[in-house]
């Protein structure tokens, strides 16, 4: 029935404008008005066909029913309007696939014409750079130290100092795995992301229909502003100027901008639950997805209820203005929906986005807790679950994947427009000036420490993420994300990385398939005590048990430092050789409480400056009370 209005209003105003045609055949205006009336008239037909016509195919199409003829107008335009912006940008990103240095070679050239005559240009000489070989000899490697200095002129509001370019947001970095910093950004960047990604999931559904909506998964991070006035928020943060026209995404405006997570959960929720028809979800993190379907199990005979009524629960804090706009979005209330819903729920949660959401395709996320095959055999039964870019505050998007079905790690294909890639071998990464190779210059199957230069002023930049290249997409290079250079574990100079630690820990574990599941591990250096009597790694694991509320009795602390010391040891050479000599001794492990990761993850965001949109649980805890706070929420 939500439908006919869209063919009733689509065939009247064709029939109009035929009418208007044939009015116009047969009549003609005469003198000197002719000429203004023909037009006018003319315009007048062919906007009216045109309305009429785009109404009859949106007649055909799954849209959600609370559209009205003009919003449903409005979203056909800036859908089809973005998908044709996604889709040329995605073309030109593709052709540069084919000779990716000289992609890579324009960008600089457009970045040193850009910021040549800047303050940090001008210091730097970045006018004498003309190639990306000089750029190598004449550029040093950086930190984020180089540009503190800079960073803090550009807070305070002066021009010209890192970029020629509009600088819009200083974003700051996730500081999970460290102190957060500032990275100068054009706030439109994050959109234009978001286009592309939109035209590509476009091209990889195809059962997606243009007028769907996506459901926005968000808690938007407090912003604070510089003492020049430039907002300063992590790069997930959306501000009104953003969300007005983000209309093919679910909850409104009102809804996208909300900063407490019970309320931004809440109507996220609300709103996603209104339209049976959304096409997909877009999240930040896949622990995020898993969240918000707990607070949905808690919740939803709150949520049914306000979706019945067209109501808001009183005890949302929400300021006066933000409640009446989504109120007014929310309309009159739909009592069937709210039926189906309830009916769901009570059935229980496996399988509940389906369910929910029968035309859900997918959900495009990022997995760090490596949670998308156990939400697929859970919660999200027969939704594609997939981490759809590579990217980082530095610079985004680093990479896109293209391949959303294949199992395993995902591989991100390089974006040679938007950033200046860099390489260090993993061997050379001490090294005080390592050599660095090009983008067409890496090798399959070698480990790098990446480094990024883009338009905004930071150049040859060590963010501390290490890649494997593992293909090439045409000539540009495939590469999966192994881990943060500053989780490698080191007190004896052994290097032990992550990947290390999670496949001994995972082998540890396979006695008790079947029995337990690992939720989540980090690891400390036992240094950062100093009670500590000797030198080792502090490892702490919580573990859910599948038959019964308690661990087996077997599965010991004891037995799990021993199995996942000696995991370690035959992984590792350099340890096996520390732990031999008598420098390093037994790792130790620590099976938590439940939450414990819960009560790390809020003392983290409660004491540092961590964003809580893009916190990513640590792996390896840099300070002593952090390693406290899991002490003391262990079970030993």
């Known amino acids: 029935m939500a439908k006919t209005k869209y063919l009733v209003s689509g065939l009247l105003l064709v029939g109009v404008s035929v009418g208007l045609v044939y009015t116009g055949t047969t009549i003609t205006p005469r003198g000197l008005l002719s000429l203004p009336v023909v037009f006018f008239g003319g315009t007048v037909t062919l906007l009216s066909l045109a309305i009429g016509l785009v109404l009859l195919f949106i007649s055909t199409q799954r849209i959600a029913n609370h559209h009205t003829i003009f919003s449903a107008l409005r979203l056909f335009v800036l859908r089809y309007y973005r998908l044709y912006v996604g889709t040329k940008a995605l073309r030109r990103m593709r052709a540069s696939f084919k000779n990716p240095r000289a992609a890579q070679e324009r960008l600089l050239q457009d970045i040193i014409r850009t910021n040549k005559d800047t303050v940090y240009g001008r210091q730097f ?238 959900v495009s996320t990022i997995d760090p807790p490596g949670l998308r095959h156990s939400l697929k055999k859970s919660i999200a039964k027969g939704v594609e679950i997939y981490c759809s870019m590579y990217a980082c505050s530095e610079g985004c998007p680093v990479g896109i994947n293209f391949r959303p079905f294949d199992e395993g790690a995902p591989e991100f294909t390089l974006n040679p427009l938007r950033l200046i890639f860099e390489f260090i071998k993993v061997d050379d990464m001490e090294e ?46 495939k590469v999966k994300v192994l881990y943060r250079k500053a989780s490698l574990l080191s007190i004896f100079g052994e290097k032990v990385d992550q990947l290390v630690v999670t496949e001994a820990v995972n082998s540890a574990l396979i006695p008790w398939a079947g029995q337990i599941t690992l939720l989540h591990f980090c690891v400390a250096e036992s240094p950062l005590l100093q009670e500590s009597q000797s030198s080792h790694y502090i490892i702490f694991l919580e573990l859910k048990s599948e038959n019964a509320n308690t661990i087996p009795d077997d599965l010991t602390n004891e037995i799990l430092s021993q199995e996942i010391h000696e995991g370690i040891c035959h992984l590792h050479e350099v340890y096996k050789e520390c732990c031999d000599s008598g420098e390093l001794a037994s790792a130790k492990v620590h099976i938590t409480k439940p939450g414990a990761f819960v009560q790390l993850r809020e003392y983290i965001l409660t004491n540092t400056g961590a964003s809580r949109a893009q916190f990513k649980m640590p792996k390896k805890l840099r300070r002593a009370d952090f390693v406290e706070v899991m002490l003391q929420n262990s079970m030993d």
């Open 125 to 362: 000489k970045l006018g004498d750079i003309k190639f990306l070989e000089d750029f190598s000899k004449k550029h040093p490697i950086a930190d984020y130290s180089r540009y503190e200095t800079f960073v803090a002129s550009v807070a305070k509001g002066q021009k010209n100092v890192m970029t020629t370019k509009r600088v819009t947001r200083l974003t700051t970095t996730s500081g999970t795995t460290g102190k957060s910093k500032l990275i100068p950004q054009e706030e439109y960047d994050v959109d234009q992301m978001l286009i592309v990604l939109e035209a590509l999931q476009h091209e990889l559904f195809p059962n997606v229909q243009p007028m769907q909506e996506m459901w926005k998964i968000h808690c938007n991070p407090t912003v604070a502003s510089s003492e020049g006035g430039i907002p300063m928020a992590a790069a997930s943060s959306l501000n009104p100027s953003m969300v007005k026209n983000m209309v093919i995404y679910t909850p409104p405006a009102a809804g996208k901008v909300l900063t407490t997570l019970y309320e931004a959960f809440y109507v996220d929720l609300l709103f996603a639950l209104r339209d049976k028809e959304l096409s997909s979800s877009l999240v930040f993190f896949t622990s995020t997805l898993k969240e918000i379907i707990r607070f949905l199990d808690v919740h939803w005979r709150d949520l049914v209820e306000d979706l019945s009524s067209g109501s808001l629960n009183q005890e949302l804090e929400l300021d006066p203005d933000t409640r009446a706009s989504l109120l007014k979005a929310l309309g009159s209330g739909d009592t069937q929906r709210a039926m189906e819903v309830q009916n769901e729920c009570e059935k229980g949660f496996d399988g509940i986005m389906k369910r929910l959401w029968p035309n859900m395709e997918f």
């Open 432 to 477: 005080p000036d390592p050599p660095t190779y090009f983008i067409d210059e890496v090798e399959v199957g070698q480990r790098y420490e990446l480094l990024l230069s883009q338009i905004h002023g930071i150049y040859r930049f060590r963010f501390g993420d290490v890649i494997e290249v593992s293909g090439f997409h045409d000539n540009c290079p």
